[in-house]
Every structure is written in C-alpha cells, then in structure tokens.
C-alpha cells in the first residue's frame, strides 16, 4: 500500500520534472509545425490581401502537383541527394581509414580533415562561386550556365563540405572495433582487403547508416549551396525544394502555398528518417543479440 | 543629404520631428519589411519610398492614401506618373527617375547605334579588330535586372508585355523576335559573353570599365563610376543612349526609380503630404541630382543650367533616353509576374526552351496568375 502511494508520488513528480521539457519541445517544435500544417490548408497570400484567408483544404497541395515547379523541385532534390551521399560516404569511409592508420600527427591531421566542416557553408558557397563563375577553374566551361553542369559545383561544395563530417563519424565507429578480431583475421592469414570486406564493414555498418542517414537528411532540405552558387538556375535547373518553398513564401509572400511546399520538405525527410531507423534497428547487431 | 533635407523641413515645421528610418538596401528586403508593417496597420512610417514597381501592389491592398490631383502633375515625366496610377488615381509622386541607357564606347565609334542591328554589326566589327573581347554586355541572370532587359528588347521590337486592357501580350510574335535576337546574341552571334547569364549590374560594369566590351546596358549609376580613372580605363571615353530600334519597334528605356508615397495608417496625414511635397520639390530633387547623381522626376529641371552643372552626366543624352522610357507592366501582381517571366527568359537563354514555347508557358502562367488574382479585367477599368 505505502510502497503504491510512493509510487504514484514519485510519477507525480517525474511528470512535474519533464513538464518544461514537453513545454519546451511542444513550443519549439510543434507549434510551429502545425501552425505551418495550419496555413497550408488556407489560402493567404499577403500581395493579395483582398482575396482573404478562406480555408481551401488540400488545395494548395493540389495546386503543388499540377505545378511542374514542384515535381522539377522533388526531381532535383532527389538527384542531389543520389549523388551527394554515396560520395560522401566513399570518401568519408577513406578519409576514417586514414586517419585511424595515422600513427604520426594525429591531432593534426584530424583537424585539417574538420577544417572545411567548420567553415559557414554561405561563406564556402561563395568561394565555390567565384571559382566556378566565368570560365571557372581555368577549364573555360561555363559551368554555371548549363543545366546539368551547374549541378557539379554544388554536389562538388557540399562533398567538400560534409565529407569530414561522415569521417569523423566513421573514425568513431572504427574505434570501437575491437582490434584483437583483426589480429586473427591476420593469424588466419586474410589480407588487408578481406579484413575490410569480412571485419570493418559490417562491424561499421550502424555507423554507416547513422552517417548516410545524417547526409541524406541534410540533402534533402538542401538550400543554402544553390541559393548562392546559382540562385537556383539557369532557368530552374538547380532549383531544391527547399529553394521553391523560400520563393514561394519569402519572395511571391504566398504564405498558403509556401506552407505547403514546406509540409512537402517536411514529409520527404520525415520519410527518408523512418526508413532510415528501420534499418538501423536491423543491422545493429546488439538489438537482436 | 536626406537627414539635411529632413533637417530643413522640420524646421519649417518647428512642432514636428522627422525620424528616419533605414531600411535594407537590397529590394526584396525592403519590400517584405514594408508589407509587414503595412500589414500589420503600423502607423508608422508615415511616408515611404517605394520602387516604381510597387506602387500598384500597395496601392490595391489598400495600403497607401490615395493622393489628390498633382498641382503641377504635368511637370513630371508621364510613364512614371502613369506607373503610379492604380485604377485611376495617384497614390505616389515620383522622387528620382532611373532610365536604362547603352553605354558605347567613343574610342571604338563614331556615334552611339541608332538602330538595334547597327549595335549588332558594330559590336561584331568592334570583337573583329580584337580590341575587346565582348561586343555588348547585359544583365543576364536570373532576376528582375534581366526583365528590364528584355523589356528594352521587346519595345525595340514592338511589342510589349500587358496591352493597355492588362491583357498579357508577351506571347506575340514581336516578342518571340525580341527574345530569339537575345538569344542568338549569345549563342549564334556571340556578341554576349555566355557568363552574363549570371551577371547583374555590377559584373557588367566591371566587364566594361576594364574595357572589356564594346556597348554595356546599365543604368545612371555607372557613368561617375566609369569617369573614375583610378578604377576604369575607359575613363572619357564613354557615351550613352537610349537602346535602339528593330524592325517594327521604337527606342526605349527602361523606367526605374524611387515614389515617395503615404501611409494610409498614418495618424499625420497633413504633415506627410507636406514632406513628400517638400522632398519632391524641384530644389530638393536639384540637390539630389548634385550629391547622389540622382536624375530628378520633373521635366522643367532639365531645362535649366542648374542640373546641367549639377550632374556631370552629357544631360542632352540622358534626356533623350528620359524622353522614351516605358514602365514595367502596372499591376499589384508585378512581382510575381516578373518572377515567372524570368524563369522562362532564362530557360531560353540558356537553351533549355525554345523562345516561341518559353514565352507561350510564361503567358500561359502570368494568365492563371491574372485569373488567381481576380485581376483578368485588366489594371484600369
């Protein structure tokens, strides 16, 4: 009896003590999201005062799929992240290596390999331009100016951007790999092609999937490369998602219609998140054990 | 300068302090703070400069106080006075006036072009002899810079975006000539570098001071930048005019600069058309033109020798460019209409569409826009 009312007591109180937690995370990430979820089913549109706020439902949704803008958009997001991640995730796999063989300099070398994560990511655009722009790298391609080509300066930025990122990560994960497993893969005379294939890959597999879910989460709200690297052109060709819904809301003030837009980034990454915690849940190996 | 002007008119008006307040340079900034306020029925400010692109958007929304007829509207020049209409009545005055000129080069030509093609032959002649590597350079990337363009284009040409009923018109041939010439002017001639593609003003003023190319559209600002020795090598040695003819079309510039307007919410409505008359008066707008290189809105000033001493611009060009200006389509929708034009303007240059199909999509578009917006009747009843 008194061992229940203590526990009723103590439930109180653990639920007093993560109130302003909830409070916290209710304010700052749900409010916004359904006010957002809000406007996207009305229309509101502040160069148009005079058309009102009528709710239209899934209008502006509807209007999103007719609007080729849109699918171009999703198009363009998807390629982008296509491309961007699995490289990220080479090199990034490379880089860890490396770094987790290099016996000399160790602290150097770690911080050379952060460097271009830790620099702003408009400041890093903005040198990408200038080396692209006019004629760019002494190639004399007019990068900027060419549908598919504009798209290898940005996927070029951002693998140069984030590949430390996967690195590190990746460095935390072979760190953790027990080393005795590679002294008797040695013993039993596997090479060091065969250690990687039967011992570090699967072993780095979760790591692999946080690092690939973490790049492919950031590709797909991309915005800030093309916004200044190529302002989404030429035409739209570069235009993201991410790009049209600030268009849609920052420049045409279409406060409806943006939201919607923005719902669509928010349930394409809510997607890719799912399915990435499926699979990890599956290749952890101290889940089933 | 304008904190002295302000200066000035409070002290005609010993019970009132004029506050001012800065706002961001950059125009879609400036423009989404303003519908916040406005928005919002902030009283404050009570005058505003507005883009002569935004007159009508406001002025629909019901944003702006409607002004009573100009006492000397005709001293003003006509299109900007027009683009300041909305249904018939005026809810800005014109403060300066921005035109859009070529700039050609008087080392490398007799005289400027007087029609679209001589620009074209003399820019190929120019590329010819080597001594530029560019024959003209415009504004080419991707915002509104490149709709003033094609504008100039469109008019040399003949045609035009809105007709006078608002109906949308940019899908005619004239236009189709106009963007296909543009098109050809990078690709088949190649008289424009490939790179003004990404190009706004300034990269088109670099490209020219450091004698680069042959003929430049910009606007005003680059003359005293150009005269500049220190940074220009074509310092004296540079002429403007307005952007010539094709077949079928006429001279044209386009129209730019800044309204003073009201706030409908202000609580000091006197006091307010007392500043904007006082600040659009013709020695305010002198004083203007002599400290910021501002090109006053009213015709009369450009007859006097004041403005000739007080700008060093040749004013004999500036006006005949002044004298054909057009204004962008007058509609509370400009902004977006002009951001779906450029996206199809651009897909064209960058030979993504073919010009005949990029201009049918952007009529297409600007149509459902007009139709969205409950605007099809047209701008003026």
């Known amino acids: 009896m008194s061992a229940s009312v203590a526990g009723r007591a103590d439930a109180r109180l653990a639920r007093l003590l993560v109130a302003p937690a909830l409070v916290i995370v209710f304010g700052i990430a749900l409010v916004p999201i359904a006010a957002t979820v809000w406007e996207s089913l009305h229309q509101r549109d502040l160069r148009l005062p005079w058309l009102g706020t009528p709710f239209i439902g899934f ?24 491309f961007s991640v699995p490289l990220e995730l080479t090199l990034g796999l490379a880089l ?33 331009r200038f080396i692209f722009e006019t004629g760019g790298g002494g190639s004399g391609v007019e990068w900027l100016t060419s549908p598919v080509a504009a798209w290898a300066p940005i996927i070029i930025a951002d693998v140069w951007k984030t590949t430390p990122f996967v690195a590190v990560l990746l460095l935390a ?37 946080v690092a690939a879910a973490f790049r492919a989460l950031d590709a797909l709200r991309l915005f800030d490369l093309p916004y200044v690297m190529t302002g989404g052109g030429p035409g739209t060709a570069t235009e993201p998602l991410s790009l049209y819904a600030f268009i849609a809301l920052m420049q045409r003030l279409r406060v409806g219609y943006g939201s919607a837009l923005s719902i669509s980034v928010f349930v394409l990454t809510l997607l890719v998140a799912l399915v990435s915690v499926r699979v990890l849940t599956r290749v952890s190996p101290g889940d089933h054990a | 300068m304008i904190r002295q002007q302000l200066a000035r008119f409070a002290a005609l008006h010993p019970e009132t302090r004029v506050d001012l307040r800065i706002t961001p340079d950059a125009a879609d900034q400036r423009h989404q703070l303003y519908v916040q ?27 702006l106080e409607p002004l009573e007829v100009l006492p000397d509207a005709d001293d003003f020049f006509e299109a900007a006075v027009e683009a300041n209409r909305w249904r018939g009545t005026l809810y800005a005055v014109p403060w300066f006036v921005d035109t859009g000129l070529i700039y050609w080069r008087t080392d490398l030509f007799e005289g400027p072009p007087s029609t679209l093609d001589q620009l074209r032959r003399a820019a190929l002649d120019a590329m010819g002899t080597g001594r530029v590597r560019d024959g003209l350079v415009w504004q080419g990337a991707r915002y509104e810079g490149l709709v003033t363009v094609f504008l ?28 296909t010439f543009m098109r050809n002017s990078i690709g088949v001639d190649g008289i424009v570098p490939a790179a003004a593609l990404t190009w706004q003003e300034e990269q088109t003023r670099f490209a ?22 220190e940074q220009s090598t074509v310092s004296g040695r540079v002429g403007v005019a307005p952007f010539p003819p094709a077949d079928g079309g006429v001279a044209s510039a386009a129209l730019g600069g800044a309204q003073l307007a009201i706030n409908r919410s202000t609580q000091e409505p006197e006091l307010a058309r007392a500043l904007v008359e006082y600040l659009t008066a ?5 004083e203007r033109a002599r400290v910021a290189g501002q090109l006053p809105a009213r015709r009369s000033l450009y007859a006097t020798p004041a403005l000739a001493n007080a700008l060093s611009m040749p004013l004999a060009d500036v006006v005949r460019a002044l004298e054909v200006t057009v204004p962008r389509p007058v509609t509370p929708v400009y902004s977006e209409l002009s951001e779906l034009l450029q996206v199809h303007l651009h897909r064209a240059l960058s030979g993504q569409e073919e010009p005949a199909a990029a201009l049918n999509d952007a009529a297409a578009e600007i149509r459902a826009l007009l139709a969205r917006a409950g605007l099809e009747e047209g701008p003026t009843p």
């Open chain 1, 59 to 82: 209008g502006n949704f509807g209007e999103a799929l007719a609007d080729p803008r849109f699918g171009e958009a999703v198009l363009h997001t998807l390629v982008f992240a296509a």
């Open chain 1, 96 to 128: 860890a290596l490396v770094m987790h063989h290099v016996v000399r300099g160790r602290g150097v070398a770690r911080v050379a390999t952060l460097l271009p994560w830790a620099i702003p990511t408009v400041v890093a655009a903005l040198v990408w």
């Open chain 2, 37 to 63: 306020w406005l928005n919002a029925r902030a009283a404050e400010p009570d005058v505003l400069q507005l883009d002569i692109i935004w007159t009508a958007e406001f002025a629909a929304a019901g944003w």
């Open chain 1, 173 to 209: 994960g072979l760190q953790a790999i027990d080393r005795e497993l590679y002294d008797a893969a040695r013993m039993d005379g596997a090479g060091p092609a065969r250690q990687l294939v039967t011992i570090t890959l699967p072993l780095l597999a979760p790591a692999l999937v």
């Open chain 2, 152 to 179: 100039e284009h469109l008019v040399a040409f003949g045609g035009a975006i809105l007709d006078e009923h608002g109906s949308v018109i940019v899908d005619r041939p004239p236009a189709v000539r106009a963007l």
């Open chain 2, 208 to 229: 020219f001071q450091n004698g680069q190319a042959a003929f430049m559209r910009n606007w005003p600002y680059a003359w005293a930048l150009l005269q500049d020795a």
């Open chain 2, 282 to 286: 013709p020695e305010q707008m002198l």
